[in-house]
């Protein structure tokens, strides 16, 4: 018996099975026109009624299926003659079915890639082609049904006590608000006006993770290449970024060579012309660095979300700023998760933002889909008092790492010249980290209290 018939077979005899697979199984998996019209009317069946059809059930149906010629059904009636078998081993008609369909999928999805390679399909570009390949690839079976409260309490403990893997910040306070450092998965955006230190910023980042023997790829669209590998090794070499240039060619690979004997890490820095880079392009960067130079990055930066495209959006009449930065939030996000890493990026504030001390979410420029989409959102605050203090004060806007009303203002010390950010002592953090006076409603004039209302109203009759 073929394994098609055997899984058409235990469709009809088996309602466990035919759960467990249906919602995998495709009409274009079986190659013979009978089975594949067999399973389209199993599947027409339970989609309707919730269950599974008998033979004299499918016999009906597909008697009534005008598509068919009388020699097809009688084709099919002698097909289902022969379904009547359910196989004892259920686990292994399981796993050859996930393998059925893993490999007709792929079977399909290669066939589908050459016909948009010889131009006889409209509606699809090659693009699409790494696209339909790895959904073909992805397939499989998912038996989890989700998480029973109850009897699945002791993995849940398990979880609370598991460490989290974390790419830490060399910066105490980042550490202290994020409880550790950057999580994997997650979309982390600062905030910040022209000039405040976004590039500065992530730019120290990326030396930190260096430092860390991490591997990091540096995606830029606003500054060339060889610009932000400068700003790198001023802050490396701890030079500013005048002498940089003065350095003697034998200084600089002494430096070079100190730098590399400190970390076993790489960093990858990637210039995309502004607005015509977007998720999917980083992607084949991803796989082409996994491929070519199996460089695995352990965090991406994105320097800055604001100037990627969108790989799903085109900026027009019926696409508005809103939809379009939000789908560039979420693509990027989505790369983040698929790839289990860490993407830093930044936006711009409004115009009113740039020149506020206080920076709230409502101060993201463009599209307030951003702050809703990102896991943690900072703003990056410079004002003339601050800049003569050689400090950034920084701001929490949204954390799903921790509470944001902790910590909720700090500054950090900031040498642009050397585009160094560093701690302060707690003595600078006094004044800033200072808690709101709490309020007492009760003795607000215009405030009524629940006493008082009761009082007023105890005598009205409904």
Request: hydrophobic share 35%.
């Amino acid at each position: 018996m073929k394994l098609e018939t055997l899984i058409l077979s235990n469709l009809l005899n088996d309602e466990n099975y035919l759960r467990k697979v249906i919602p995998f199984i495709k009409d274009e998996y079986f190659i013979d026109s009978i089975e594949r019209k067999l399973y389209y009317h199993i599947r027409n069946f339970v989609d309707e009624y919730n269950a599974s059809p008998s033979v004299e059930a499918l016999s009906i149906s597909c008697q009534n299926d005008k598509t068919l010629t009388e020699d097809e059904y009688y084709r099919i009636t002698s097909v289902l003659e022969t379904l009547t078998q359910k196989e004892n081993n259920i686990e292994w008609l399981l796993v050859e079915t996930e393998k059925f369909c893993k490999d007709k999928a792929v079977y399909n999805a290669i066939v589908q890639s050459i016909q948009i390679i010889d131009g006889k399909n409209d509606k699809l570009t090659s693009d699409a082609i790494p696209e339909i390949l790895k959904d073909a690839l992805a397939i499989s079976f998912d038996n989890s049904v989700g998480h029973d409260y109850l009897e699945d309490s002791e993995s849940r403990f398990d979880f609370y006590h598991r460490v989290e893997e974390k790419l830490p910040f060399d910066l105490e306070f980042f550490n202290k608000i994020t409880k550790g450092g950057l999580s994997k998965k997650t979309l982390n955006v600062a905030l910040a006006g022209t000039g405040v230190g976004k590039s500065l910023f992530m730019c120290h980042m990326a030396a930190g993770a260096l430092s860390q023997g991490k591997n990091v790829l540096y995606i830029t669209m606003e500054m060339a290449e060889e610009k932000i590998a400068e700003r790198i090794d001023a802050n490396l070499m701890n030079v500013t970024m005048d002498d940089l240039k003065n350095l003697p060619k034998q200084m600089f690979d002494d430096r070079i060579t100190r730098i590399q004997k400190k970390t076993e890490g790489k960093l990858i820095i990637k210039e995309y012309p502004t607005a015509s880079a977007h998720a999917g392009h980083f992607r084949a960067l991803l796989n082409e660095l996994s491929l070519k130079k199996d460089i695995r990055p352990d965090i991406i930066f994105i320097d800055y979300l604001n100037i990627c495209a969108s790989s799903r959006f085109k900026m027009s009449g019926s696409v508005n700023s809103y939809i379009y930065i939000k789908g560039i939030a979420e693509e990027l996000r989505g790369l983040a998760v698929e790839f289990n890493v860490p993407i830093m990026t930044a936006t711009q504030t409004t115009r009113t933002g740039y020149s506020n001390s206080d920076v709230e979410l409502t101060d993201t420029s463009e599209s307030f889909g951003l702050p809703a989409t990102a896991d943690f959102m900072f703003a990056l605050i410079s004002t003339e008092d601050l800049e003569k203090l050689g400090q950034l004060l920084i701001k929490q806007l949204k954390n799903r790492y921790n509470d944001p009303s902790q910590h909720k203002r700090f500054v950090i010390g900031v040498d642009r010249a050397k585009m160094k950010l560093f701690d302060l002592d707690m003595s600078a953090q006094k004044s800033i980290m200072q808690e709101p006076e709490k309020k007492d409603y009760n003795n607000r004039p215009n405030f009524v209290s629940s006493k008082t209302f009761s009082r007023n109203f105890e005598n009205i009759k409904i």
